[in-house]
T-cell receptor
C-alpha cells in the first residue's frame, strides 16, 4: 500500500534562512507526487507536483522539490523563507485507483522567526 | 485559476441532527470530487470518491450510511453527516478534479469545520 512519511512534525526557521521539508514515499511504480500548503483553517493550495521528466520541479511562491527515486524522497526546498510561509505543509502521493485520489503525509508545521 | 467553494465554512449542530456540506466547482465541470476529513493537527484522510451520476466509493472504515454523498451535477457534490455525534466534529475538505488536455488536477475547497455539541 502506498504511504507518505513526513519525518518532521514541526520546523522553525528564521526569516531569510533556507528551508528543506522532507518527504518519503512508499509506492511500487513511478509515483505522482505533490506538495500542498495549508494556512490555518483553510483549504489546501498546490505548491508543485511531479509526474515525470525533470526530477527538479519548480512551484509557486519560490518553492522547488526534487524527486529522488533511489531515496524514495520528494523534499521541498526554498532558498529564502518569508514570514508569510508559516503554514502547514503536506506531501502527498497519488493513490492507486484514482488519479487525484491522494494519500497525504502527516504534515510539517513551519514556524518562521522574524 | 479553478475555484472550488465549500459551504458552510463553519457549522455547529446539536448531537443527533444532520448537517449538509456543499462542494461546488465554480468555473469548471468536475466529474469526480473527493471528500477528506482532517482531525486537529493531523493529516487529511480520504473518506470517499464522488462521481457524478453514480454512487460514491467509500474508503475502508468510512460508514456510507452516516456520511451520505450525492453528486447530482457536474459542479456540485454534497456530504451529509447524518445523526451527527461529537466524535464527528472535524474539518471536512473537498477537492474537485478538473480534466485537462494532458493531465487532470484537483482543486481543494476551503474546508468546513463541523462542531457537534
Amino acid at each position: 500500500a502506498q504511504s507518505v512519511t513526513q519525518p518532521d512534525i514541526h520546523i522553525t526557521v528564521s526569516e531569510g534562512a533556507s528551508l528543506e521539508l522532507r518527504c518519503n514515499y512508499s509506492y511500487g511504480a513511478t509515483p505522482y507526487l505533490f506538495w500542498y500548503v495549508q494556512s490555518p483553517g483553510q483549504g489546501l493550495q498546490l505548491l508543485l507536483k511531479y509526474f515525470s521528466g525533470d526530477t527538479l520541479v519548480q512551484g509557486i511562491k519560490g518553492f522547488e522539490a526534487e524527486f529522488k527515486r533511489s531515496q524514495s524522497s520528494f523534499n521541498l526546498r526554498k532558498p529564502s523563507v518569508h514570514w508569510s510561509d508559516a503554514a502547514e505543509y503536506f506531501c502527498a502521493v497519488e493513490a492507486t485507483g484514482g488519479y487525484n485520489k491522494l494519500i497525504f503525509g502527516a504534515g510539517t508545521r513551519l514556524a518562521v522567526h522574524p | 485559476g479553478a475555484v472550488v467553494s465549500q459551504h458552510p465554512s463553519r457549522v455547529i449542530c446539536k448531537s443527533g441532527t444532520s448537517v449538509k456540506i456543499e462542494c461546488r466547482s465554480l468555473d469548471f465541470q468536475a466529474t469526480t470530487m473527493f471528500w477528506y476529513r482532517q482531525f486537529p493537527k493531523q493529516s487529511l484522510m480520504l473518506m470517499a470518491t464522488s462521481n457524478e451520476g453514480s454512487k460514491a466509493t467509500y474508503e475502508q472504515g468510512v460508514e456510507k450510511d452516516k456520511f451520505l454523498i450525492n453528486h447530482a451535477s457536474l459542479t456540485l457534490s454534497t456530504l451529509t453527516v447524518t445523526s451527527a455525534h461529537p466524535e464527528d466534529s472535524s474539518f471536512y475538505i473537498c477537492s474537485a478534479e478538473r480534466g485537462g488536455t494532458f493531465v487532470t488536477e484537483a482543486f481543494f475547497g476551503q474546508g468546513t469545520r463541523l462542531t457537534v455539541v
